[in-house]
């Protein structure tokens, strides 16, 4: 685990005056308390125990680990969600962006863990441009071929979901900018496929082939702004 501080208060701007608005206080000692499922990287955390305060520093921990959370939740100034760490469960003082805006990390950090639910598959994804590692991405058994993709699409702005296509296997060291007909029917994994019934494993490589130039798109969006 590594923390950098960073000078990103949520939204850009911290207004000193905010008072924390707190939801969900626990009523005991265990109740509301929960679990949350880190879903990408870098985490941005308010250390301290007053989540308005306006230090905040990057933490680096693996996609698909889990931390604890008191049940707490605080709502930010720019509509920013952050959940309050369990210290009694050996976490630092201090609160967690779950979801929100001023970051420049699109999508959610965290997903509440839910009693008796299956284990979710963190892959590992390689970049389209030059199948260097680009991210992990965490999905429910219950989530589909289709919602990998998009999170493919999420951490690497500009690609094209529908030039993302799913494969069971990779047919050569080169798997992006080929084009179908490469590529057997067979091969090809549909998106409505449900995670739990894909070829994927977890601590495995989520396999696809871009249809088309991904540097080339992702060079658009950047100067689409």
Known sequence: MR????????GGTTTEGDAPVFVGRPSGEDAGRAEYR????????????????????????PVGSRVR????????????????????????????????????????????????EEEPLVLRVLSPIDDSHLCDICVRASQTVGDAKR???????????E?????????????????????PASWVVEDAVRMRDSPFESGGEFVFFYMGDAAEDVAAAEAAG
């Open 3 to 10: 923390e950098v501080a960073a000078d990103v208060p949520e």
């Open 38 to 61: 880190v879903m990408q990287g870098p985490l941005f955390r308010k250390p301290g125990a007053d989540p308005s305060a306006p230090k905040i520093v990057r933490l680096v921990r």
């Open 69 to 116: 959370a008191t049940g707490r939740t605080w709502r930010g100034p720019s509509g920013g969600m952050w959940i309050e760490l369990d210290t009694s469960a050996g976490e630092k003082p201090g609160w967690l962006l779950v979801e929100g805006p001023g970051f420049n990390q699109p999508g959610p950090h965290l997903e509440r863990v839910e009693p008796g």
């Open 151 to 161: 999170w493919v699409a999420l951490r690497l702005p500009g690609l094209r979901l």
């Open 163 to 183: 030039k993302i296509i799913a494969a069971r296997e990779k047919p050569s060291g080169k798997t992006h900018g080929m084009g179908l007909r490469n590529f």
